[in-house]
């Protein structure tokens, strides 16, 4: 049987297969962050075309923490109801459903919001010069990182991820280039790590134990001396103790940098972090081909395969691939006189 449709499971978390949809933005949010019908539709689509995990798009854990309008909050309780009825349609069709806790940091877009990060350093001349965190400032948003957690909990998700890539807040932490401050959360690696680990002890506290966490990170800067895939070794093998047990592998977005994107350019940098943190990782950067994912899962370069545009642009990509690979999956029942 082709790997890509085989189980997996990681503590609770039983998958049906190994594709899942990503976290993308998709600014169909209220201007409070609030989940619409549109949403609901969305995501259940994709679970209708056979996703055997959807992670909703970057969720902010404070009003400040949004990347642009139209993005979903969780840093309110009058969020869950929303969230938790994207969460049950979902489920019921087949798929099991994760939540990207995120912060924005400097690259938080929202022209009302006055924006923080660990250094007063603006991403370009088009965003606003963030203010430099306080300590108060960090013990602020780590404990909204927790809250979040316990709400994703409440809504019902199976699983959640903690937002570490592509320049927003924690991975503004970790980089050299973002992180110039001069206290226990800048400096040396340990120190620029400090932040994301007290973030996912916080987050533990109100997690399930049975519930894995997912840490999404940018495993290469693109410019000389930015993190590479080596450092991120390092870094997740400084938390991952503390309860990471997945991590899903992108890239880039920390600084404006050129990037060569190109079908599977980021799966070496997956390759590489699961060799040397020995965690499970979702592999991706646009696959499109069923063989493609099957390739990456039995050369042991990934467990699980990411499809972003793909995924947008079919819903129905698994059922697809699921014929060129030669497997019989259950079709939706009102889909089986019609397969494609």
Not at 33 to 40: D, L, R, T, Y
Not at 51 to 66: D, F, M, P
Not at 190 to 200: G, T
Request: charged share 25%; aromatic share 8%.
């Amino acid at each position: 049987m082709a790997k890509l449709f085989s189980n997996i499971k990681i503590k609770d978390l039983e998958l049906k297969n190994r594709i899942v949809m990503p976290p993308m933005c998709m600014l169909e949010a209220d201007n409070e962050g609030f989940a619409k019908n549109w949403h609901v539709i969305h995501y259940a689509t994709r679970a209708i075309g056979g996703t055997g995990l959807l992670i909703l798009e970057a969720t902010a854990v404070e009003s400040r923490g949004r990347i642009k309008e139209g993005d979903l909050g969780i840093w309110d309780d009058s969020h869950i109801e929303g969230l938790g009825k994207i969460v049950k349609y979902s489920k019921e069709l087949g798929s099991k459903v994760g939540i990207q806790l995120a912060h924005a940091g400097r690259k938080c877009a929202v022209s009302s919001e006055k924006i923080i990060a660990p250094s007063p350093i603006a991403f370009d001349n088009t965003y606003q010069t963030p203010k430099e965190m306080t300590i108060d400032d960090i013990k602020t948003v780590i404990n909204a990182f927790k809250e979040g957690a316990r709400r994703a909990n409440e809504a019902g998700f199976d699983t959640l991820e903690i937002h570490g890539a592509h320049g927003y807040l924690i991975n503004e932490f970790l980089s050299p280039l973002t992180n110039k401050r001069t206290d226990e959360y800048g400096g040396n690696l340990e120190n620029r790590v400090r932040f994301l680990k007290e973030i996912i002890v916080e987050v533990k506290k109100v997690w399930p134990e049975n519930k894995p966490i997912i840490l999404r990170v940018s495993a290469e800067d693109y410019v000389e001396n930015g993190n590479h895939p080596e450092d991120y070794v390092e870094i997740i093998n400084m938390v991952k103790d503390e309860g990471v047990d997945i991590v899903n592998v992108s890239s880039g977005g920390l600084v404006p940098a050129m990037i060569d994107a190109y079908p599977g350019y980021q799966v070496p940098f997956a390759e590489t972090i699961k060799k040397g943190t020995g965690l499970p990782v979702i592999a991706g950067g646009l696959i499109s081909e069923p063989v493609m994912a099957e390739e990456i899962l039995k050369n042991n370069r990934g467990d699980l395969i990411f499809l972003g545009r793909e995924l947008l642009r079919n819903p129905y990509w698994p059922l697809q691939a699921a014929k060129k690979l030669n497997v019989n999956v259950e079709w939706p029942g009102a889909y089986k006189r019609a397969k494609i």
